[in-house]
């Protein structure tokens, strides 16, 4: 029965948080049901301290009415300030800016909707069922099975209790050796990050179970030759990628007319693989791209760039982004900015944002010569391309029907140099003049793009990070840059994923320390007191002892969803302390306890339930934190930071609380002492 209590907060949460969420125009997407998923097992924490309260008065014999109201109203104001905390958490993350706050904003407001429900159902549903459906006298019908499960977990709960009674009397007495020991073992928790130990990365690479290819052969490659290239590719396709469903080739665009419509130029095209899904195969999309670029070598002249289905943004993992007015300067330096980058290891996929030119012929006019025969250039520009390039003549008309005639030198006459030099150009005075006598027709490279970025000519040279962290990858660049000299009139900037990745840590960096303080502003709100709450903000550095921990054994790297993660739990892992903290407060205030009495008494009746609100949400997020399924690798490094840092945080929260506050209260108490004896 008390489960079944406890167990309907969850559906009704839920369908509560539906429809405030609808009414608050946020849809169900994939970051709102992430937010859902992560508040699930949260969503029961309200329930089962009021319900284990509400059982606790009822097995010391107050009637069950009795027992619902004042069990309810004894943790009200403890539950109403940890859902207060772990609200005020979300606030920040509201005003992220980039990427990072449009991500998780549908995913705080989920969170803090939920949670809202279930504080509400916890304060009015809860009682309300305990008092019609919780029973003392259930034990006498229940099957000998039942009897005999529930007599052994009561004998391992009684058992855990004795051994926490006396773990916690040890503490309170070995107090300098428990602190010193935790903070050792912060700081050995910290060189875990600081060292190299576990890496970081703006989000995690997801298999998106397909492969994207773009080819590029030298400028000027004939159609035939590129369809020949791509040809082998497919067999190459078909003998070493098996998953392969179905493969989609698009190269070339031909001649004339149809080169407007096409996508890229004869040279150029892209291959898209579409994959089994993840779970039908036994490689990952980055083996079998690492795969096919092991053949790359077979094929001399040609550029091969994957579009990395890992970036669930697009772009680069990162951009060197080379600003100055000269291009010619700039796309040099591109080329030293590639050889350095070529030279890092784990980098792949590296080219520059500049095209070589393509082959052409100009035509370079002699105006002098031009005016003596009475040419202009116009004139001579017209015919040239009526020549080389064709014009219409004349309409045809057949019976109502038109048809255009287009009047274009045959091919054989308009290949080479020579055949457009000795063009013939009509002057007014009716002289048949060759082209050579009026212009120079040189071969030359056409420019293909120019870009800018702020009004400013840019050059980039781009890359992927594979088999590393992007974060050390970083590092290198940076490195390696700044051994370069770069002219006073160019400077270089970091863009692509790593830019985001700076912007996105340095502003969930600030929103964690704002969250801080809010959840303690709450607390200070809540105790009517600065020292609890300060107390209280010790479980926070626990926390994240068990995120860098639980990085670290399972080989996740630091990312943006790991950070929400902890700050997630900025909120969640103060609601231990919280409880603990204010039933010893009522255990001295209401019950006369003395200081250490009240310590063990007060952290022996709030393991259970501490336990129990840890384990619901510990065991909520295993599923996520396994990656099982399609873009679980975006969400499972936070669950396993949720699941690190609550485990971590919760078993020391219930040594480390108690031994401050017996230290600060100690404390305070000797200075009331003093104060006595100096008034007296």
């Known amino acids: 029965r008390s489960a079944v209590i406890v167990a309907v907060s969850i559906p009704v949460s839920v369908i509560a948080t539906f429809f405030v969420m609808d009414q608050a125009g946020v849809t169900l997407n994939i970051i709102s049901m992430a937010g859902l998923a992560l508040a699930i097992g949260m969503l029961v ?13 009822r097995e010391s014999g107050e009637p069950i009415r009795i027992a619902a109201d004042e069990g309810t109203s004894e943790v009200s104001m403890a539950i109403i300030a940890s859902t207060l905390t772990t609200l005020a958490v979300f606030v920040p993350i509201l005003f992220v800016p980039g990427i990072a706050g449009v991500l998780f904003n549908d995913m705080a407001i989920a969170i803090v909707f939920s949670l809202t429900a279930s504080l509400f159902v916890a304060l009015t549903l809860i009682p309300l069922m305990a008092s019609r459906l919780l029973r003392m006298n259930d034990i006498a019908r229940r099957s000998k099975i039942i009897t005999g499960i529930t007599g052994w977990v009561g004998d391992l709960l009684s058992s855990l209790d004795d051994r926490y009674h006396q773990t916690l009397r040890y503490a309170l007495h070995h107090r300098k050796s428990i602190l010193l020991s935790i903070v050792g073992l912060f700081l050995l928790s910290i060189s875990l990050l600081v060292f190299g130990f576990i890496g970081a990365e703006f989000m995690p690479d997801t298999d998106q179970s397909q492969v994207q290819l773009a080819i590029e052969r030298a400028p000027g490659t004939s159609l035939e030759e590129t369809r020949q290239t791509f040809a082998s590719l497919e067999n190459l396709i078909q003998r070493e990628v098996p998953e392969a469903e179905n493969v989609y080739i698009n190269f070339g665009t031909g001649e004339g007319f149809s080169a407007i419509f096409g996508t890229a130029a004869s040279n ?38 994957f579009n990395e289905g890992g970036n669930m943004f697009g772009g680069r993992d990162i951009e060197v982004v080379i600003k100055g007015y000269d291009l010619a300067v700039g796309r040099q330096l591109a080329t030293q900015v590639e050889e350095r980058l070529n030279s890092i290891e784990g980098l792949i996929n590296i080219n520059k944002s500049f095209e070589t030119g393509k082959p052409e012929y100009q035509v370079r006019f002699d105006r002098e010569r031009l005016s003596a025969f009475g040419l202009s250039t116009s004139t001579v520009a017209r015919a040239v391309s009526s020549y080389i390039g064709g014009t219409v003549a004349t309409r045809y008309r057949d019976q109502g029907d038109e048809y ?3 009047v274009q030198l045959q091919k054989p006459f308009r290949n080479s140099r020579e ?16 082209l050579e006598q009026v212009a120079t027709v040189v071969r030359d490279e056409s420019p293909v793009t120019v870009e800018r970025e702020d009004q400013e000519r840019v050059v980039a040279v781009s890359c992927d990070v594979s088999g590393r962290d992007l974060q050390s990858a970083l590092a290198d660049v940076r490195a390696s840059l700044d051994g370069m000299s770069f002219p006073s009139d160019f400077r270089w900037e970091l863009g692509g994923a790593a830019e985001d990745f700076q912007e996105s840590f340095q502003a969930l ?12 502003m709450v607390m200070a709100s809540q105790f009517e007191s600065l020292l609890d709450p300060f107390i209280i903000m010790f479980t926070i ?7 860098l921990w639980a990085l670290f054994f399972t080989g996740t790297v630091l990312s943006v969803t790991a950070l929400i993660g902890g700050m997630l739990l900025v909120g969640i892992v103060v609601n231990n302390g919280i409880v603990m903290i204010d039933y010893i407060n009522q255990l001295r205030e209401k019950h006369g306890y003395e200081l250490m009495d009240a310590v063990i008494e007060g952290g022996r009746r709030r393991l259970r339930p501490v336990l129990m609100t840890a384990v619901t949400t510990i065991l909520a997020m295993l599923p996520l934190s396994f990656g099982l399924g399609a873009s679980a690798e975006t969400w499972s490094p936070m669950a396993r930071a949720v699941i690190g840092g609550l485990t971590v945080s919760t078993l020391l929260t219930l040594l480390l609380i108690p031994t401050i506050y017996y230290i600060f209260e100690q404390m305070a108490l000797k200075r009331r002492a003093k104060k006595e004896q100096r008034a007296s």
């Open 268 to 305: 150029e095209g892209e291959i898209l693989i579409r994959l089994t899904d993840l779970e039908d195969r036994d490689r990952s999309q980055f083996a079998i791209e690492d795969t096919l670029r092991s053949y790359f070598d077979q094929y001399p002249g040609v550029d091969f760039t």
């Open 541 to 547: 550095p626990l926390a994240f002892i068990g995120i």
């Open 45 to 57: 924490d309200n329930s089962i301290v009021v319900l284990e309260n509400i059982f606790r008065h």
């Open 404 to 406: 255009d005639v287009f």
């Open 419 to 434: 055949d457009i030099s000795n063009l013939f150009i009509t002057s007014p005075a009716g002289l048949h003049i060759p």
């Open 509 to 520: 960096g600030l929103a964690i320390l704002a969250a801080m303080f809010l959840v303690y």
